[in-house]
């Protein structure tokens, strides 16, 4: 199996500079700013206004977990109110992002994740962080158990569905062309699954960008995706078409995690060649560029970006 993704390069670790995983979520970026001021009520208030909607939910805790103080503050809101759910899977997810930068011990964010799991049965984001953790240390089993547990909690959840192409695309297969990867056929599986006005329609997209990360990470594929002819063939063709589809009709202003998709999707409609719609992805995107797909498969992120937006709007 292939190296997991970021952190992977010097390119990405100047790219992630340029970038706010908050997005456009401005609430979320108050309660983090209060956080690392101390202020943990600010973040208390954010998530009881949150409630069981899952995917904001995973998204602002994920968010909150990325900042260096978060676990001791999560600490601290345990102190004061120590049956607090929410304080709990605070301090699982940021001991996951610790282990996963060689901060703290894998071990110890497994315990927090299923202490947090206890106090919430019916919250997905604990096993959330448990999938980020295994994603990159675990194996096939404990990967799959783990993305089982989130959606059996939340069927359409984004960030795990994003989780597990990424971790399938890293797979080998032997048996035919890599079009048939299985990585296809699980996204095409999960769109299936979803209800129609669900932003997992954009998966197939994902899929055939993280595929392309593995496969020019190999040497297998050009390290430039505009010039790979990685996104010209039928199925790339195929997929972009319905997934730009989609976007005309059923666009999800409502969903926290919709700017990641619009970018892989501006990103595939630009290797593609596709410049009129590219742009008005990048419109819709506006100052809110992502790290991934952009870096892959080791460039800066920001850089490629701006170039390709440049050049997208030039071409409208």
Not at 174 to 198: I, R, T
Request: proline residues 7%; contains cysteine; hydrophobic residues 45%.
């Amino acid at each position: 199996m292939s190296p997991p993704p970021p952190p992977l390069g010097r390119g990405r670790k100047r790219a992630a500079q340029a970038f706010d995983a908050a997005l456009d979520d401005t609430e979320l970026v108050a309660a983090r700013a209060a956080l690392a001021q101390g202020r943990w009520q600010d973040v208390r208030a954010l998530l009881t206004t949150t409630g069981d909607d899952w995917d904001r939910r995973g998204h602002r805790v994920t968010v909150l977990a990325l900042e260096s103080g978060t676990a001791a503050w999560a600490r601290d809101w345990i102190l004061a109110e120590p049956e607090s759910a929410d304080a709990s899977v605070l301090l699982a997810a940021a001991t996951v992002q610790r282990a996963l930068v060689g901060k703290d011990k894998p071990v110890r964010a497994r315990d927090a994740c299923h202490a947090a799991a206890a106090l919430a049965p019916a919250d997905p984001t604990p096993w959330l962080g448990l999938l980020q953790l295994e994603r990159n240390l675990g194996d096939e089993e404990t990967v799959v158990q783990l993305f089982d547990e989130v959606r059996h909690r939340y069927p359409d959840h984004h960030h795990a569905h994003h989780l597990m192409v990424a971790r399938l695309a890293e797979r080998r297969t032997s048996a035919g062309p890599d079009p048939l990867h299985e990585v296809y056929d699980f996204a095409n599986w999960a769109v299936e699954q979803a209800p129609a006005d669900s932003p997992l329609a954009i998966l197939p997209v994902v899929a055939h960008a993280e595929r392309y990360r593995v496969l020019a990470s190999a040497g297998l594929e050009s390290t430039d995706p505009a010039s790979s002819g990685h996104w010209v063939g039928r199925r790339a063709r195929q997929v972009m078409k319905a997934a730009f589809d989609w976007w005309l009709e059923w666009e999800r202003d409502d969903h926290p995690r919709r700017l990641i998709d619009l970018n892989f999707l501006a990103h595939a409609k630009f290797c593609e060649g596709r410049g009129a719609e590219a742009a008005a992805l990048f419109h819709r995107i506006g100052q809110h560029q992502t790290p991934v797909p952009w870096s892959y498969p080791d460039h800066d992120a920001h850089t490629a970006f701006r170039a390709a937006r440049a050049t997208a709007l030039g071409t409208v």
